[in-house]
C-alpha cells in the first residue's frame, strides 16, 4: 500500500479564493508529481520535482497554480485564484524516478 | 506524443466470474505500462506494471496481464472476480525517461453483482 499522504482530504473554496494542498511523499522517492483528476476522470500531468526542483510543469500551472517541494518540509500545490473549472481530485505521486508512482488518496477540490 | 485507449467504459460481471478488462497505447518507442485501480473515495492503487522481458505479468489481486507489442495492448485479466473487485481501472503508459508523467485512459468501471 502507498505511504505517501495528502491532506486535507477535502477543500471547499470560493471562486477566487486560495486553495492550498500538502503532500508527504513516500521516503526515499525524489521525485514527486502532482495530477488533476476531474469528474469525467480525464487525468492532467501538472508538475513534478526532483528533490527541491522542478522537472517539468504544464502552462497552466505557470499561471495561476505555484508548487513547491523545500527540504525537510510536505511539497504543496497552491491556486492563486480558485475557478470553478478548478474542482477536481488533486493527486500527489511519487517515484524512484524509473520505477512506478505511488499515488496518494488525493485532496478533493470543490470550488463554489 | 502518447495515448491511451480503454474502449470499455463499463463492465458488468458476476461475482466469480472471469473480468477481461482491455487498454490501447499508442507510442513509437519504449512505453512503461500499467494498470491502477481506484476504489471509491480513494486514490490509485498499483495492481500491474510491465517494463520489458517476459510479455505476461503477474500483479496483485489476482490479477495478470499479457503485453503485446504487435497489436499496441495491455490487457489484463483476472480467473474469478469478488464483488470487492468493483472499482474504476485505469490503464496508464509512461516513456522510457527519467521521472516522465503518466498519460492515463479514462478508466473501466468495473461492477460485480452478487
Known amino acids: 500500500n502507498s505511504k505517501v499522504i495528502q491532506t486535507p482530504r477535502y477543500l471547499v473554496k470560493g471562486q477566487g479564493q486560495k486553495a492550498k494542498m500538502r503532500c508527504i511523499p513516500e521516503?526515499?522517492?525524489?521525485?514527486v508529481f502532482w495530477y488533476q483528476q476531474n469528474k469525467n476522470n480525464e487525468f492532467k500531468f501538472l508538475i513534478n520535482f526532483q528533490n527541491q526542483e522542478v522537472l517539468q510543469q504544464i502552462d497552466m500551472t505557470e499561471k495561476r497554480f505555484s508548487a513547491e517541494c523545500p527540504s525537510n518540509s510536505p511539497c504543496s500545490l497552491e491556486i492563486q485564484s480558485s475557478e470553478a473549472g478548478d474542482s477536481a481530485l488533486y493527486l500527489c505521486?511519487?517515484?524512484?524516478?524509473?520505477?512506478?508512482?505511488?499515488f496518494g488518496p488525493g485532496t478533493r477540490l470543490t470550488v463554489l | 506524443a502518447q495515448s491511451v485507449t480503454q474502449p470499455d467504459a463499463r463492465v458488468t460481471v458476476s461475482q466469480g466470474a472471469s473480468l477481461q478488462l482491455r487498454c490501447k497505447y499508442s507510442?513509437?518507442?519504449?512505453?512503461?505500462l500499467f494498470w491502477y485501480v481506484q476504489y471509491p473515495r480513494q486514490g490509485l492503487q498499483l495492481l500491474l506494471k510491465y517494463y520489458s522481458g517476459d510479455p505476461v505479468v503477474q500483479g496483485v489481486n489476482g490479477f495478470e496481464a499479457e503485453f503485446s507489442k504487435s497489436n499496441s495492448s495491455f490487457h489484463p485479466r483476472k480467473a474469478s472476480v469478488h464483488w470487492s473487485d468493483s472499482a474504476v481501472y485505469f490503464c496508464a503508459v509512461s516513456v522510457d525517461n527519467y521521472a516522465q508523467g503518466l498519460t492515463f485512459g479514462l478508466g473501466t468501471r468495473v461492477s460485480v453483482f452478487p
Open positions: 507510442y513509437s518507442g519504449t512505453p512503461y
Open positions: 505521486a511519487s517515484s524512484q524516478g524509473y520505477a512506478e508512482q505511488f
Open positions: 521516503k526515499g522517492h525524489p521525485v
